[in-house]
Nanobody, 127 residues
Framework: QVVESGGGSVQGGGSLRLSCAAS????????MGWFRQAPGKEREGVAA???????TYTNSVKGRFTISQDRAKNTVYLQMDSLTPEDTAMYFC???????????????????????RGQGTQVTVTT
């Protein structure tokens, strides 16, 4: 299972750091990442990282968000800077088995029965 924390409300231009603690992972090869869901919008993969610290991002967050991890603790982080109201969404952590390719593949694999998703944490960015 995965448990997210660190969401909240922040003014535009501000920062938030999300954390995700995972447990019970049985896959040998997997990557961890974040996706978000805003009301009335499609689910969007935000960032993902593999065991070699290779990361991938959706274009809208490149240069603003940074994903990192501590594999020894099975924890992944998402540092979000220069937040805008368009970043407002529920943010979910996910573990996807298999080698990482890109953020689009991460998003598609979220629906695999073997993928693990958290309950989400709300991020609200105000003007």
């Amino acid at each position: 299972q995965v448990v997210e924390s660190g969401g909240g409300s922040v003014q535009g231009g501000g920062s938030l750091r999300l954390s995700c603690a995972a447990s019970g992972i049985t896959y040998n090869i997997y990557y961890m990442g974040w996706f978000r869901q805003a009301p009335g919008k499609e689910r969007e993969g935000v960032a993902a990282i593999d065991k070699d610290d290779i990361s991938t991002y959706t274009n809208s967050v490149k240069g603003r968000f940074t994903i990192s991890q501590d594999r020894a603790k099975n924890t992944v982080y998402l540092q979000m800077d220069s937040l805008t109201p368009e970043d407002t969404a529920m943010y979910f952590c996910a573990i996807v088995p298999g080698p990482m390719t890109n953020i689009m593949t991460f998003t598609m694999r979220l629906d695999w029965p073997s993928s693990i998703r958290g309950q989400g944490t709300q991020v609200t960015v105000t003007t």
